[in-house]
């Protein structure tokens, strides 16, 4: 049971919608579990599984795998298993919810079944155990989980940024974020003030909160002074602090001040005395301006059975489930430490101490959760007055989420009559008490955190478009971002020319894939995103993001890249695509009630199939306005983008608005460039789906020139010395054709046709069909060799080529030569007037700097204007590119 190869799918994927592992599971070898006695009757011994058997191995795997993580407390169900066409080779799919904790689980799951396949022991109790403990580790706190909970049921997508509480919540510039029961709006001085008890009490005594009096001490014996000085009993506390740590309350003797003098000097150097004030702990928690929350809290302790001593005691309450040593867990651990020893000496107790039935010893003498106390909810009981002393001491502090303590006889009537106090404003306050109290009513305080966070019901999110299909993925994602950033959106763009905000890229790699959507949707600046999104991000890692707006599949056509990762034909290919449409935000979604859509090319039928797996609703694009599938799709009330007459057409339904000529549509050149119009077309969709008004997509559209500054590579035409150069980045058949189709447009005067071409790491078949296209449409080729060759022998592509290239009609000269930069400089050598040289890139930066320095070299002939609509409606003027496709 070899894994060879472990897949993270960290976003919406071709199996789920959730987070899953991918497995290949290599079982070659491994014996049929009919003919392994006692097989299944071990896995079942040492898990709860709810199948009876397994066919294979692989499938016990994948249950057992799921089986371990719900144990651990990750509450996961998914999982398939798939045979592949090789005998023995296996796809198992688990879902995991935190991925170390789920890792962990898979490899627990192969040795517990390796241990059954070869009848070897396997101690599950003690796997279970380490799985539980991780589980502790890697998941986030109750408070943190609440907020977290909260958001997504409201729609609000959340990332954790880091393995501790740090989580984002949102997108974008709507994006805010916590750490536990704080906020990005948590101030740093509020925080400081908060830790610091007795500036804490100055500023709440200076607002009219009612307070204990008290004075920092120096020495334990100025600790009972200090105590004489204010009346016992008194609290002894540092004063920086939290969690109670160091705290002891209603002392009345000088030993018990001294000692708690020297307890509290543990944790911080300044120590405080203050009055004590009578009555019971309680927490009030105001979130915003109001409280939202109290409880009544009540310290550690036992109740003793006659027969154990207090260490057994502790032992036996610390058994329950809900405690664990820290905050993982909605109670903690009772702890026998310095203080509590104080506390007990103080009752005439020792550790060793057996109590009577019955008895009740303190453990400690403050409530907090975190020493082991418990809460009791009162939240209906609080009376008006005591709920808006809270609020002021939280204000006071300057802190948006605050935990009040108060010391009160009744939380019914106000401080004031009955000389309460608030004791502590807490920054970061604990929400355990809130969630599952001890007793009484839970209480939804993580809503009531998100709701602060997003008023109004806003979900924190940015619309997304993203782009998808074979050919035309960049320069579609290209004038999307273009068509929003003229509406005037802040736009994050992720395409394979690298990641951009606005103008300014942010990186210069291949960012198609989901590191850089996440990426983007970490921008505070962005408002929205389109993200370019390639087959072999969402293989390798699923989605960057959980939901889209709008999902644009360009094209499938005879497909790319098939034959990689098991994807062995377009069909394969196409359902890895629709990924994409899958997680269209589905209607009623909250920040999209309609849903959002499908832009998808009706002309395609790979593509145009996809429209029944999207969740809303669907808008096709399409040159032929009377194609089948989108009469079909108007005759129901659907939208489309068409072709009529040379303009661009909205339809809805029976209704149609034209929007543009295409003439004034600068990348199509006069409509000429039939996948520059598919662009087009797709990327209008796209921004019409999202709700830009027809004068916006006119503006957008009409400013979009195509030249390399904003589609690098990607049909750049240049004119010098009375000649054409057309950069392209061709890098397979399909698209390899239809720039031949193109050229035409460009010059229709009979000089001589050079390309500068290389092959990518294709299929053998796909480079010699590439090599019969160039073949048959070109005078002169200049061959380089391609650095993308992976374990392709040196020389190999080319040959490949020449083999397609001999079967041309039109091919006289072949050269090659050792690089791309040297390519170049063949092609433009000899260049004439009439001549067309198209410079087919791959790596497209550096290409396009060679192409500069050579037309910067020569001078650059006068490009005609662009002919009116007019005279392209009379079908003059159709060879000219216009002013727009020059430098």
């Known amino acids: 049971m070899e894994f060879r190869k472990v897949w993270i799918l960290r976003g919406p994927n071709l199996w789920a919608r959730v987070p899953v592992f991918e497995v290949e599971c290599d079982l070659t070898g491994a014996p049929a579990l009919e003919t392994v006695p006692g097989f299944q009757d071990r896995l079942h011994s040492w898990l709860t599984l709810a199948s009876d058997s397994f066919p294979t191995a692989a499938h016990a795997l994948q249950h057992a795998a799921l089986n371990l993580q719900l144990l651990a407390g990750s509450p996961v169900s998914f999982g398939l298993t798939r045979e592949s066409a090789q005998p023995g080779l296996f796809r198992v799919v688990v879902e995991y919810e935190e991925e170390a904790l789920g890792r962990a689980c898979l490899d627990a799951a192969r ?19 380490e799985l539980r403990e991780l589980a502790h580790d890697v998941r986030l706190g109750p408070s943190t989980a609440a907020i977290v909970r909260a958001a997504r049921h409201r729609g609000i997508p959340a990332r954790r940024l880091n393995e501790g509480s740090l989580v984002q919540l949102g997108q974008g510039v709507r994006a805010r974020r916590i750490c536990t029961a704080e906020t990005d709006s948590t101030g740093a001085i509020a925080e400081a003030i908060a830790q610091d008890k007795e500036l804490t009490r100055a500023l709440l005594r200076a607002v009219g909160v009612p307070v204990p009096e008290g004075r920092p001490v120096s020495s334990a014996e100025d600790a009972w002074e200090a105590a004489e000085e204010l009346g016992l009993p008194v609290v002894v506390k540092p004063q920086f602090g939290n969690h109670g740590r160091g705290v002891a309350t209603n002392l009345t003797t000088r030993e018990q001040v001294q000692k708690a003098y020297l307890a509290a000097l543990e944790e911080d150097e300044h120590v405080l005395v203050e009055t004590y004030a009578p009555g019971a702990d309680h927490r009030l928690l105001v979130i915003g301006d109001r409280l939202v929350a109290a409880a009544l809290r009540e310290p550690a302790q036992v109740v003793g059975d006659g027969r154990s001593t207090i260490t057994e005691l502790v032992a036996e309450v610390n058994r329950d489930p809900r405690r664990s040593d820290g905050h993982a867990t909605v109670l903690s651990f009772i702890k026998l430490d310095a203080v509590s020893l104080s506390v007990l000496a103080e009752q005439g107790y020792a550790p060793d101490s057996v109590p009577s039935q019955g008895q009740r010893v303190l453990i400690r003498r403050n409530g907090n959760l975190s020493t082991g106390g418990t809460a009791t909810d009162v939240t209906d009981q609080v009376h008006p007055e ?39 404003v807490n920054a970061g306050p604990g929400l355990r008490m809130h969630l599952e109290p001890s007793a009484g009513k839970p209480r939804p305080v993580g809503e009531a955190i998100v709701g602060m966070l997003f008023p109004d019901g806003h979900p924190g999110r940015i619309p997304i478009v993203a782009v998808t299909g074979v050919n035309g993925k960049t320069t579609t994602t290209r004038l999307i971002a273009h068509l929003l950033r003229s509406a005037g959106r802040h736009v994050g763009m992720t395409c394979t020319d690298g990641s951009y905000v606005n103008d300014r890229r942010i990186e210069s790699r291949d960012c198609s894939g989901p590191r850089s959507a996440r990426a983007v949707l970490l921008n505070p600046r962005v408002d929205a995103a389109v993200l370019e999104t390639a087959r072999g991000g969402i293989l390798r890692e699923g989605l960057g993001f959980d939901a889209c707006d709008v999902a644009v599949v360009t094209n499938i056509g005879k497909g790319d890249h098939v034959g990689l990762r098991g994807i062995e034909t377009i069909e394969e290919l196409a359902r890895v695509k629709r990924v994409v449409v899958e997680a269209v935000a589905p209607p009623g979604s909250p920040w999209r009630p309609p849903g959002g859509a499908a832009v998808l ?13 999207c969740p809303a609703s669907v808008l096709y694009f399409a040159r032929d306005a009377g194609h089948p599938v989108v009469v079909a799709h108007r005759a129901t009330g659907g939208r489309a983008l068409l072709v009529r007459g040379g303009d661009i057409v909205l339809a809805e339904g029976e209704r149609e608005e034209v929007l543009l000529a295409l003439a004034r549509v600068p990348l199509t050149h006069q409509g000429n460039v039939t996948f520059q119009v598919e662009n087009v077309l797709a990327a209008t969709g796209a921004a019409w789906a999202l709700g830009l008004a027809p004068g916006a997509l006119r503006t957008g559209l009409e400013s979009f020139s195509g030249d390399a500054r904003q589609v690098p590579g990607r049909f750049n035409v240049h004119r010098v010395r009375g000649a054409t150069v057309v950069v392209d980045y061709a890098h397979n058949p399909s698209a390899l054709a239809a720039l031949v189709g193109a050229l035409d447009c460009l010059s229709s005067e009979a000089g001589s046709r050079t390309i500068v071409f290389a092959a990518g790491n294709r299929r053998d078949h796909e480079i010699i069909e590439m ?48 690089s791309e930069r040297e390519a170049i400089a063949t092609g433009f050598r000899d260049l004439r007037p009439g001549d067309l040289l198209v410079v087919g890139v791959e790596a497209i930066e550096e290409a396009l700097a060679c192409v500069q320095a050579h037309l910067d070299g020569t001078t650059l002939s006068t490009v005609p204007p662009s002919p009116s609509a007019e005279a392209v409606k009379r079908g003059k003027g159709m060879a000219c590119p216009g002013p727009d496709c020059s430098r």
């Not at 040795?111 to 155990?129: R, T």
């Not at 090319?601 to 797996?613: G, I, K, Q, S, T």
């Open 601 to 613: 090319n009706a002309e395609d039928p790979l593509v145009a199939a996809m429209a029944v797996y």
């Open 386 to 424: 005591v709920a808006a002393r809270a609020v002021e001491a939280a204000r006071a502090i300057g802190l948006d989420i605050a935990g009040v303590d108060v010391v009160v006889l009744d939380i019914g009537r106000p401080l004031e009559e009955q000389k309460a106090a608030v004791v502590e």
């Open 111 to 129: 040795e517990l079944c390796l241990a059954a396949l070869h009848d070897q022991p396997f101690d599950a109790a003690s796997k279970l155990g």
């Open 771 to 818: 090599g019969e296209i160039v073949g048959t449409a070109f005078d002169r080729v200049v061959l380089y060799a391609d650095q993308d060759v992976n374990d392709r022998a040196g020389g190999e592509l080319n040959a490949l080529l020449r083999r397609g290239l001999a079967a041309g009609r039109r091919i006289s000269e072949t050269f090659e030569t050792a």
